[in-house]
């Protein structure tokens, strides 16, 4: 079946710095991955389309120079969370469609919880 | 655009006793439906969808949902939960045009009690 792999799972880092969060596709080819965002008690917020060798579209309200992405290949998307703030701490879940499960069904990753001193 | 409304934040319920978690959802185009399961800090798991075709949809661990095009709903079903069911349910929704566009509901907490 479809694999989608996540890390880092958990990632502590100071104000000011800055983050990168990975997202590969394991056993099948994504050329579009999705990127969202979880607050506590509260549903997934996409934030942005990732392409594969085109930039990424994003919802409006989600600042793209605060969160960089990058689809450098077929199986592997990265978010990065630049000069990361507090406010940025949250539940980061990528997710993939393609491979077995079809083109219109998304495999989701496990998840990236952010938390920002 | 789409939106999925489900009313019930959470669900208590004691074991082997029937659950329903409501899910209602608006579109101005046809729809494809999902649920979607969520245990704490991990990410979802597919439970079930709807594409087409027959709008009883059965899936993993003995859920099943319907699609009631006429009232929006897609509810969930299980005629009998376990302890491990006790998890975040989410409802979601894309549609023909932008399939791989998803929107999701707010969640349901079911709670599922000894």
């Known amino acids: 079946g479809a694999v989608v792999s996540q890390h880092p799972s958990r990632v502590i880092c100071k104000s000011g710095t800055s983050v990168k969060i990975e997202c590969r596709s394991l056993d099948f080819q994504a050329t579009t991955m999705f990127w969202y965002r979880q607050f506590p008690k509260q549903s997934l917020m996409l934030m942005a389309t990732s392409n594969e060798g085109s930039k990424a579209t994003y919802e409006q309200g989600v600042e793209k120079d605060k969160f960089l992405i990058n689809h450098a290949s077929l199986t592997l998307s990265t978010l990065t969370v630049t000069s990361a703030h507090p406010e940025d701490s949250s539940f980061y879940i990528c997710s993939a469609s393609g491979g077995m499960s079809g083109a219109n069904v998304l495999t989701f990753g496990a998840g990236s919880r952010l938390t920002v001193l | 655009a789409q939106s999925v409304t489900q009313l019930d934040s959470q669900v208590p319920v004691f074991e082997e006793a029937p659950v329903e978690l409501r899910c209602n959802y608006s579109?101005?185009?046809?729809?494809?439906l999902f649920w979607y399961v969520q245990y704490p800090n991990q990410g979802l798991q597919l439970l079930l969808k709807?594409?087409?075709?027959?709008?009883l949809v059965k899936g993993i661990n003995g859920f099943e949902a319907e699609f009631n095009k006429s009232q929006t709903s897609f509810h969930l079903r299980k005629p009998s939960v376990h302890i491990s069911d006790t998890a975040e349910y989410l409802c979601a929704v894309s549609d023909l045009y932008n399939f791989n566009k998803f929107y999701f509901g707010s969640g349901t907490k079911l709670n599922v009690k000894p």
């Open positions: 709807y594409l087409s075709g027959s709008t």
């Open positions: 579109s101005s185009v046809s729809v494809y």
